[in-house]
């Protein structure tokens, strides 16, 4: 979850710190993201005995070009000034989801740990 984080800061950071137009700033956000995505792809592969979930990493895949032609179509008719304010308001409810996801985690670690523990990875 916290890559996600990360991930999404990066467009924000570009366009504030490096004064990067805001189209410019999400384009090189996602070669950042994709490039960190293959390379973590790669070393599980090649460094793990753990099996893909195919099709649910096919459906990201999917997902995630569906969502690129959909995105490169809308964006040439949203203004800067939009994308911005749109992109701090998703900022502001992600962050909200991980506190509240992650909140009762801290206040009762042992009871989060232990029932994570027996849980399967995927079903």
């Keep these: 979850?916290?890559?996600w984080i990360g991930a999404a800061l990066i467009g924000p950071s570009l366009g504030l710190?490096?004064?990067?137009?805001?189209?410019?700033?999400?384009?090189?956000?996602?070669?950042?993201?994709?490039l960190n995505s293959f390379s973590g792809f790669a070393r599980h592969v090649t460094q793990t005995q753990a099996p893909l979930h195919w099709p649910l990493t096919l459906?990201?895949?999917?997902?995630?070009i569906a969502g690129s032609l959909l995105g490169s179509r809308l964006g040439g008719?949203?203004?800067?000034?939009?994308?911005?304010r749109g992109f701090a308001a998703f900022l502001v409810?992600?962050?909200?989801?991980?506190?509240?996801?992650n909140f009762p985690k801290v206040l009762k670690?042992?009871?989060?740990?232990?029932q994570a523990a027996t849980q399967p990875l995927y079903t």
Excluded at 93 to 101: E, R
Excluded at 109 to 114: N, Q
């Design 93 to 101: 409810v992600m962050g909200a989801f991980v506190l509240g996801t």
């Design 77 to 84: 008719n949203v203004s800067n000034l939009t994308l911005r």
């Design 109 to 114: 670690p042992a009871a989060h740990s232990t």
């Design 17 to 34: 710190l490096g004064k990067l137009p805001m189209p410019y700033a999400v384009g090189t956000s996602l070669a950042i993201i994709t």
């Design 59 to 64: 459906m990201f895949v999917v997902i995630g």
């Design 1 to 3: 979850m916290l890559a």
